[in-house]
């Protein structure tokens, strides 16, 4: 460490990523592109829905349409670039383009917390203060909101990626990871690395902890009005309004906890690995199926979209000539 200006500075690392699977890389490819593909096309079709439709021109859809919006551009940093490598072989990336990568994914990671925040809050009026929620959630707030959470995240990680501008890297240059994690990256400068972890440090806690509070303490509200419902009916209605964006909660936090919380320990590291790549793909795949299976008012603007697409009539159309 203390003679890292003797050494001569690497330009680009290895995402080791599949590399051990070498026999699997084909078929890695096709299951990722599909992944990708479904991933890109469920979000863009929501977005699509609630632009189009009226009845989904309310905050929480507002919100959903943020979200949607960033896990297509969440999973674009990272997928394309990883299937490119399985199809090639080819598992290099340059330092530059390495912590360009990092910065637009952490960004989004952060932008996400902050909406799924933003989301909570409003369940959070809808249910435990219905008779205020229209004068408080307005579309000026609603925007104010959504502007905030996008610029909160991409502070974040600007602030970051100018620390890890200033590390030079001149040791191993393979990253153990499907794509350039903030930690990872660290270990392999050969320069003073304190600052950039205090850095690290102090900008998860305060650009990552405020939403996670604000998300924990809305739902804590809610699960406490509608435990005070007296009707059984009244609780599944009030629960249904809520429950699909409490699973996506759960989901994103609690990967992206067993992940960071993991101990970094060789024998867990494949595991890790594989949680990793759960939260980077799997979470933004499943999200529109749970908003759409689980949400009427999605599931209703499906089919009227597709009925004025035709295709209800087309179809009949080709039944009938069928019969004939």
Known sequence: MADWRNQIAITEFFLLGFGELPDLQILLFLIFLVIYMATVTGNTLIVVLIVADQHLHTPMYFFLGNLSCLETCYTTTILPRMLASLLTGDRTISVSGCITQLYFFGSLAGTECCLLAAM??????????PLHYSTLMNTRF???????????????????????????FCGPNEIDYFYCDPLPLIELSCSDTHQVILADFILSFVFTLPPFLLTLTSYMCIIATILRIPS???????????????????????TIMIVYLLPKRDTLRDLNKVLSLCYMVLTPLVNPLIYSLRNREVKEALSKAVSKCGFHRNVQIHLDNNIA
Request: with cysteine; net charge positive; proline share 0%.
């Open 120 to 129: 909570s809050y409003d369940r959070y009026l809808a249910i435990c203060k």
């Open 142 to 168: 609603c925007l104010h909101l959504a502007a905030v959470s996008w610029l909160n995240g991409f502070l974040a990680l600007t602030i970051l990626v100018l620390f890890l501008s200033q590390l030079i």
């Open 232 to 254: 059984t009916t009244g609780r599944q209605k009030a629960f249904s309004t809520c429950s699909s964006h409490l699973i996506v909660v759960t989901i994103f936090y609690g």
